[in-house]
């Protein structure tokens, strides 16, 4: 289990270094990131899981949300398909599933819109392998460049780099290995601009 921040945020597409656009007029004519952001939720809200198009095996699916001025709360389905089997329930009947059938799991992400901010923070859960952060962020980008076309959006993970070094000092590597993918088989690799056998 863990929280993973995130920020969204939005530049003009020949931009100068640096510039962003604000959360609250992403375009100059008023659009709002918590506007497409709830629009992307309530498109994928209902019962059924929403199938992405370009890999039937993922699905997203909004169970509730609640938001202010300043927050989008949601807890989603992510799901993806399984291969075909049998659930053994401890009590009651077996229950067969097929291919198409979807496994899911509920997480939830909050985001959050500071005031006069350039960016928004999404707070993203993961529990175990399950994480709405890919399939959501890909929905909501589609969404942004369709109603902004003119811009460029990024989804950045959210680390202070002071905290990242204390980590690095404290987990010194022991090891590096690279094993071959199966006996008898090698295979080219490149590391830090050099290139290698494994």
């Known amino acids: 289990y863990s929280m993973?921040?995130?920020?969204?945020?939005?530049a003009p597409r020949y931009q100068r270094a640096g510039e962003r656009r604000p959360i609250t007029d992403i375009d100059g004519n008023g659009l709002t990131f918590q506007s497409?952001?709830?629009?992307v939720l309530n498109g994928i809200s209902g019962t059924r899981p929403h199938v992405d198009n370009e890999d039937a095996t993922r699905a997203?699916?909004?169970?509730?949300?609640?938001s202010g001025s300043k927050?989008?709360?949601a807890e989603l389905g992510v799901s993806r398909a399984v291969v075909q089997a049998t659930l053994h329930r401890r009590q009651g009947n077996p229950v067969p599933y097929a291919p198409d059938d979807h496994n899911e799991s509920l997480v939830r992400s909050m985001f959050a819109y500071p005031r006069d901010g350039h960016e928004v923070f999404w707070m993203n859960e993961r529990a175990g392998n399950s994480s709405a952060?890919?399939?959501?962020?890909?929905?909501?980008?589609?969404a942004l460049r369709?109603?902004?076309?003119?811009?460029?959006?990024?989804?950045?993970?959210?680390?202070?780099w002071s905290a990242v070094m204390a980590w690095a000092e404290q987990v010194p590597v022991k090891e590096l290995r690279f094993d071959a993918p199966r006996d008898g088989h090698s295979q080219a690799m490149l590391a830090n601009g050099a290139s290698g056998d494994v």
Do not use: C
Request: proline share 7%; charged share 20%.
């Open 36 to 39: 497409v952001i709830e629009r």
């Open 133 to 142: 952060r890919s399939d959501l962020a890909k929905r909501l980008l589609a």
């Open 146 to 160: 369709e109603l902004a076309p003119d811009m460029t959006f990024s989804v950045n993970p959210v680390v202070a």
């Open 60 to 66: 997203l699916r909004l169970e509730s949300t609640q």
């Open 71 to 73: 927050f989008t709360y």
């Open 4 to 10: 993973s921040p995130y920020a969204l945020s939005a």
